[in-house]
């Protein structure tokens, strides 16, 4: 009994321990060469999130500073939701992405990436512990080496009425002055016509 008990105290600590410990993300440290390995790096606010369907989740960004690559401002972050590094998304969070595209609309988190969020009390950044600066550094960092770009901005697009139908006054009219083509088009084909 003592030894079955013991068996399932040490099967119960490993089992522990092994959650605990598996996100491992290796340790990068802020540089040039860090960024060249993204193709999307911008600060943003979370604007919507959407929970896991199948195997990702998505979270909307407002981007509020673009350093790399080309994005509208409204921009669609794709997660895997089953990663052990996967940390929740709230609406009203502003994070530093760093990402690649997914589709041409959207990109994908990769959780062992750069990519972190604020925190308002400094002490609760478990960030600055693991990517060796705090976010105000990595963000004075992005704004002076890489600049802060433009986002695509979406063209508003004018509502088409090619299919709507003429209210009665635009049918008369339209049909009156069909009438009226047609008599005219009648009357000089008759008078320069003929004598054929």
């Known amino acids: 009994m003592m030894r079955s008990l013991r068996l399932l105290i040490v099967l ?15 340790s ?11 193709e ?7 604007e919507a999130v959407k929970l896991c369907e199948n195997k990702y ?7 509020l500073e673009l350093y790399k690559g080309s994005i509208k401002e409204r921009f669609t972050i794709l997660y895997d939701c089953k990663d052990p590094c996967a940390q929740p998304f ?17 990109g994908v988190m990769e959780w062992c990436s750069r990519s972190r969020k604020y925190f308002a009390i400094a002490k609760q950044d478990f960030y600055t512990e693991n990517l060796g600066n705090d976010y105000d550094t990595e963000i004075g960092f992005l704004r002076e080496k890489l600049g802060e770009h433009r986002p695509v901005s ?8 090619r299919n709507e139908k003429p209210s009665l006054t635009q049918t008369i009219i ?9 008599i005219l088009f009648y009357w000089l084909f008759g008078k320069y016509f003929k004598r054929f």
Do not use: D
């Open 12 to 26: 119960f600590l490993f089992a522990f321990t092994n959650r605990s410990v598996a996100c491992q993300c290796p």
């Open 28 to 38: 990068t440290l802020l540089s040039l060469e860090e960024c060249e390995k993204y």
């Open 40 to 46: 999307i790096i911008f600060a943003g606010k979370v």
């Open 57 to 63: 989740g998505e979270v909307e960004f407002t981007v």
């Open 90 to 106: 709230r609406v009203g969070e502003e994070w530093i992405i760093y990402t690649r595209f997914k589709q041409v609309t959207n």
């Open 154 to 161: 979406a063209k508003k697009q004018e509502p088409t009425h």
């Open 174 to 182: 339209i049909l009156i002055v069909s009438m009226s083509c047609m």
